[in-house]
C-alpha cells in the first residue's frame, strides 16, 4: 500500500505536520492488510516443488487442492476464492525464511499453510511471531511446533514424539529389544532422535546403534556400515521422501535384513514404487484416517472428489493435505464478513469439538494442537497397507 503527497499549503502542511507529532509518528505510513479482496483469500506456503522430498511434497498439495477445487467451484467462503501462493525452498531453511518473508511483507497473505518440512517450519516461527501471522497444519510432526504454545502456530495431528513412543511399545510387544535408528542430519532428525532414545530408555529397550542420514544421499554407505555392524532387530527411519527410501534400498542391496519402521511423512506410493516386492513388510505410522477405509465419511469423500479429477492412486499423504485444508476452511467460514489474521486466530481457538467426516480436532486458547490418532500399518505383498 502506497500513501500519496500533492503539494500542500504552508498551513495545511503545518497542520499534517502537528497531527503527526501528535500521534508519535505511529500512523505516519498505514499498516498493509492481508490480502483478502472481495473474490478472493491469498494464503501462502512455503514448501518442496523442487529437490528429494518434491515427490512427497506434491501428494499432499494435491490432497489439499482436491479440496480447496471443490470448495471454490461451490462460490468459495463468502463469494471468494481460495488461492494458494507457493513458493518453492527446495527443504533449505534459509530459503524457506526468505520465502516466508516475500509471503508476509509482499504478497501480505492471510495465513502461512501445510509449510513442509521441520527445519522450513522451524525457519519461519520467528517471522510469524513478529508479524502475528496464522501458521496453519505444517506438515511435519515436529515436537518443537507442539511442546510450547505458540499463539499463532495451529496443529491437527499427533508429534512425531508420540509416533515414535508407539513404534517401540509396538516393538517391545513383539519381543524387539534391539533397536537402531537412523535420521536426518537436521533438526527433524535429532529431534526424533531424542524421542526415540526418551521412549526406548522408558520401555526398557536398548537402542544399540545411531546413525545419521544427508539430505542428498551421501555418506549413505557410513551409514548402512555403521548400523549393519550392530544387526538390529528392527530399524526406525526417522527421515521423510527419498533419503527414507534410498537407505532401505541401500541396506537390502548390501546383504542385510532387518524390519524397517518409518514416520507418517512417507510415501506409501514412493515406497512400492522404489522398492517393489522388497518393501513387504515396512511398518509406517499413521496419523490420519485410511485414504481406503470407506466406513470413514472424509475418506469417502476425498475418493468421491479424487476419482472425480481422474486420480486413482491413493496416499497417506494425500489424505493428509486433504483434511488440513478442509481444517483451514472450516476456519475460514468462523473468520467474519472479511476476515483478518486475528478474526481467523480466534476462530481456530474456537474450534473446540469440531469433525472434519470422523476425523476429530479440539482447539482452545490453550490449546493449539490437536490430534492423538496414530495407527502402526504394514505393508502386504500387494502394496497395500495391513493391520
Known amino acids: 500500500m502506497r500513501t500519496y503527497f500533492g503539494k ?183 529431534g526424533g532422535l531424542a524421542a526415540v532414545e526418551k521412549s526406548a530408555k522408558a520401555r526398557k529397550s536398548s537402542l544399540v546403534a545411531q546413525a545419521s542420514l544427508e539430505v542428498d544421499g551421501s555418506k549413505m554407505d557410513l551409514a548402512v556400515d555403521k548400523i549393519a555392524k550392530m544387526a538390529p532387530q528392527a530399524i526406525i527411519v526417522i527421515s521423510a521422501g527419498k533419503p527414507s527410501v534410498d537407505f532401505v534400498d541401500a541396506y537390502l542391496k548390501a546383504g542385510h535384513r532387518s524390519t524397517f519402521y518409518m514416520l507418517s511423512v512417507i510415501s506409501n506410493s514412493q515406497l512400492v514404487k522404489a522398492l517393489g516386492e522388497r518393501a513387504r513388510g515396512i511398518v509406517v505410522s499413521q496419523v490420519v484416517p485410511s485414504p481406503w477405509n470407506q466406513a470413514v465419511p472424509v475418506t469417502r469423500e476425498f475418493q468421491t472428489l479424487a476419482v472425480a479429477k481422474g486420480i486413482k492412486e491413493f496416499t497417506f499423504s494425500q489424505m493428509e493435505g486433504f483434511l488440513s485444508a478442509k481444517f483451514l476452511v472450516e476456519a475460514l467460514k468462523g473468520a467474519g464478513n472479511k476476515p483478518t489474521r486475528e478474526s481467523l486466530v480466534k476462530s481456530l481457538e474456537a474450534m473446540k469439538s469440531v469433525n472434519l467426516g470422523g476425523y476429530p480436532v479440539e482447539l482452545s486458547p490453550a490449546q493449539h494442537s490437536s490430534g492423538k490418532f496414530v495407527d502402526l500399518l504394514i505393508l502386504g505383498r500387494d502394496g497395500k497397507f495391513t493391520k
Not at 38 to 46: A, C, F, T, V
Not at 82 to 103: S, V
Not at 175 to 190: C, D, E, Q, S
Request: aromatic share 8%.
Open 8 to 190: 500542500l499549503s504552508q498551513p495545511l502542511a503545518q497542520m499534517c505536520v502537528g497531527v503527526f507529532v501528535c500521534l508519535g509518528m505511529q500512523m505516519a505510513w498505514a499498516q498493509p492488510t492481508p490480502a483478502v479482496s472481495d473474490s478472493e483469500i491469498l494464503i501462502g506456503q512455503s514448501c518442496q516443488l523442487s529437490g528429494p522430498l518434491a515427490t512427497l511434497t506434491s501428494e499432499v498439495r494435491q490432497g489439499a487442492s482436491l479440496y480447496f477445487d471443490h470448495v471454490n467451484d461451490a462460490g468459495g467462503i463468502r463469494g471468494r476464492k481460495i488461492k494458494i501462493l507457493a513458493l518453492d525452498d527446495g527443504y533449505d531453511p534459509k530459503k524457506a525464511a526468505e520465502n516466508t518473508r516475500k509471503l508476509i511483507q509482499d504478497d501480505n497473505v492471510l495465513a502461512l499453510f501445510q509449510y513442509a518440512g521441520t527445519p522450513p517450519s522451524l525457519a519461519a516461527l520467528q517471522l510469524v511471531e513478529e508479524h502475528q501471522v496464522p501458521f496453519i497444519a505444517p506438515f511435519t510432526g515436529s515436537d518443537a511446533l507442539r511442546q510450547k504454545l505458540t499463539h499463532y502456530v495451529f496443529n491437527i495431528k499427533a508429534g512425531y514424539g508420540t509416533e515414535l513412543d508407539a513404534m517401540v511399545k509396538q516393538m517391545g510387544t513383539v519381543g524387539i529389544t534391539r533397536i537402531a535408528a537412523v535420521y536426518l542430519n537436521n533438526a527433524f532428525g535429532t
